[in-house]
């Protein structure tokens, strides 16, 4: 048993801090901008949570941390009350958090000079891995860091891999998402295909899920997307933010993205559409719409 602090209890963290506690075994400490959220956290799960990070992080083995965006995670590590004033020399602060690459070679840098580790650990799976503790982690750090946080990792994921040096991680989650920005946008075009050519969606989609064209999104989204429903996970607003991520990253390195680029403008008509908080899936709102 370690002594674990958890800093932000979103959808994704709330179930990760609870996996800490119920399959890892751990002592955990969370920690939430809205302290009723840790209070209830703590009652359910047996708990503790603090009023700040640094409280939070006191005396701990292992930290771990999922919050919105760089300036979120810079606030709650290296601000005031920051974790980070309350690491002890030898712990590891894991990130969670879909950031920059940037800043995890920045908090990388920081947790050194601290004498502590730092692994940028972005997730996949979403709302619903999380919950069930099926999450795949993509990471950057040092080995040594790695060997000893992926033991703790494993009570919410599947997988949990080292992609390289610090922010590697990050950089294979903007792998994660290009891929997904193109998948949905296909499968969008293809279910608002059949519907115009007045096939049967259902039966097409049974013919060739089996085939070439399967995908998770396919296999997991098809008819709630050929339903309109569009509250099953990532929002758009959060999918955006990932994106303009990916677009910065891909001009600093010379990459060229032009699907990626096109589909983060299709999901910005679909947030003018009123989307903000729908699913990924919902960029076929935005190809219904115009018939509309």
């Known amino acids: 048993m370690a002594k674990v602090a958890f800093i932000g209890l979103g959808v994704m963290g709330y179930p990760m801090a609870g996996y800490l506690k119920t399959k890892g075994g751990h002592d955990v400490t969370v920690y939430n901008r809205t302290t009723a959220k840790a209070e209830k956290w703590a009652a359910e799960y047996g708990g503790a949570f603090a009023k700040i990070p640094q409280e939070a992080a006191q005396d701990c083995d292992f930290v771990f941390c999922c919050v919105g965006n760089d300036d979120d995670l810079r606030a709650v590590t290296t601000g005031a009350d920051g974790a980070f004033h309350g690491l002890k020399s030898g712990a590891i602060f894991i990130d ?3 950031a920059s690459a940037e ?3 920045e908090l990388y840098a920081a947790a050194t000079d601290k004498g502590c580790g730092f692994i940028d650990a972005p997730v996949s799976g979403g709302q619903a891995g999380a919950e069930n503790g099926v999450l795949t982690v993509m990471c950057g750090g040092d080995d040594d860091a790695f060997a000893k ?6 009570a919410f994921s599947k997988f949990v891999g080292l992609m390289g040096p610090s922010g590697a991680g990050q950089l294979t989650k903007m792998v994660n998402q290009i891929c997904i920005a193109g998948l949905v946008q296909g499968l969008s075009e293809a279910i608002h295909f059949a519907k115009k050519a007045e096939l049967d969606v259902p ?11 399967q995908s998770w999104q396919m296999e997991n989204r098809w008819e709630t997307m050929n339903g309109g429903k569009f509250d099953f996970g990532f929002a758009v607003d959060w999918m955006r933010k990932d994106l303009g991520i990916c677009l ?6 010379g990459a060229r993205l032009p699907v990626t680029a096109l589909v983060d403008q299709f999901y910005a008509e679909v947030q003018a559409m009123g989307g903000n908080r729908w699913d990924t899936s919902s960029l076929i709102a935005r190809l219904e719409n115009a018939d509309t």
Do not use: C, F, L
């Open 203 to 213: 039966a097409v989609i049974s013919a060739i899920k089996g085939g070439a064209a």
């Open 149 to 154: 946080a992926k033991p703790q990792i494993e």
């Open 248 to 253: 910065k990253t891909a001009n600093d390195t």
């Open 96 to 98: 969670h958090t879909t």
């Open 103 to 105: 800043v995890a070679r």
